[in-house]
Nanobody, 111 residues
Framework: QVQLVESGGGLVQPGGSLRLSCAAS????????MAWYRQAPGKARELVAR???????NYVDSVKGRFTISRDNAKNTVYLQMNSLKPEDAAVYYC?????WGKGTLVTVSS
C-alpha cells in the first residue's frame, strides 16, 4: 500500500513563497511518475505539475514560471516550490502517485 504524506502548506501573503513536500512509502518511488494536484473550494481538482521518473516535467499554464516540481529519489520525496503566489493559488494541494492520493495540505494566500 502506498502512503503519501504532504507537508509545507500554510498562510502566505500574495507574492510570497512556499515549498510543499510529499514523502512516499510503500512503492518503488524512483520509477513512478509523481504529481501535485490542487482543489479550491467549489472547484474541481486540477493537475498542477507532474514529474516523471526521468525528471521530465509539465505544468498547468497558470503556474508556469512560478512553480517548480522536483524529486529526490534517495529520500522518496517530491517537492513543489511555489513562488510569486497569488490568491487564486489558494487550495488544498494533493500529492499523487499511480492512483494513490495523500490527504492534502492547505495553502492560503491572503494579505
Amino acid at each position: 500500500q502506498v502512503q503519501l504524506v504532504e507537508s509545507g502548506g500554510g498562510l502566505v501573503q500574495p507574492g510570497g513563497s512556499l515549498r510543499l513536500s510529499c514523502a512516499a512509502s510503500g512503492s518503488t518511488f524512483s520509477i513512478n511518475t509523481m504529481a501535485w494536484y490542487r482543489q479550491a473550494p467549489g472547484k474541481a481538482r486540477e493537475l498542477v505539475a507532474r514529474i516523471t521518473s526521468g525528471g521530465s516535467t509539465n505544468y498547468v499554464d497558470s503556474v508556469k514560471g512560478r512553480f517548480t516540481i522536483s524529486r529526490d529519489n534517495a529520500k522518496n520525496t517530491v517537492y513543489l516550490q511555489m513562488n510569486s503566489l497569488k490568491p487564486e493559488d489558494a487550495a488544498v494541494y494533493y500529492c499523487w502517485q499511480g492512483g494513490w492520493w495523500g490527504k492534502g495540505t492547505l495553502v492560503t494566500v491572503s494579505s
